[in-house]
């Protein structure tokens, strides 16, 4: 069992910058790849990113060049930052954590990206 829990979020002006974490606990954080999902309002959940156990990432086409993941196994966390941001990069934010056949969910974090 993995609980994940989001922080970072928040409102910022087009072209700013934010930094998401998603704390880890209850299971060996380091086997798991993590993921970074986003949804926006009247849309499906969208996939961001991902950083596997061994450090590889792997990046959606509408964030490319713009964010990146990281992760710090130390401190059981990954994170997203977000640099560029553009009105429709709002939307709830959700990390994600695999091992299969097992995947686990925070609770979102809201991203609003307005003048």
């Known amino acids: 069992q993995v609980q994940l829990v989001e922080s970072g979020g928040g409102l910022v002006q087009p072209g700013g910058s934010l930094r998401l974490s998603c704390a880890a606990s209850?299971?060996?954080?380091?086997?798991?790849?993590m993921r970074w999902y986003r949804q926006g309002p009247g849309k499906q959940r969208e996939f961001v990113e991902r950083v596997n156990s061994g450090g590889g990432t792997n990046y959606g086409d509408s964030v490319k060049d713009r964010f990146t993941i990281s992760r710090d196994n130390a401190k059981n966390t990954v994170y997203l930052q977000m640099n560029s941001l553009k009105p429709e990069d709002t939307a709830i934010y959700y990390c994600?954590?695999?091992?299969?056949?097992?995947?686990?969910w925070g609770q979102g974090t809201q991203v609003t990206v307005s003048s």
């Open positions: 994600n954590a695999y091992i299969a056949p097992l995947q686990y």
């Open positions: 209850g299971s060996i954080f380091s086997g798991y790849t």
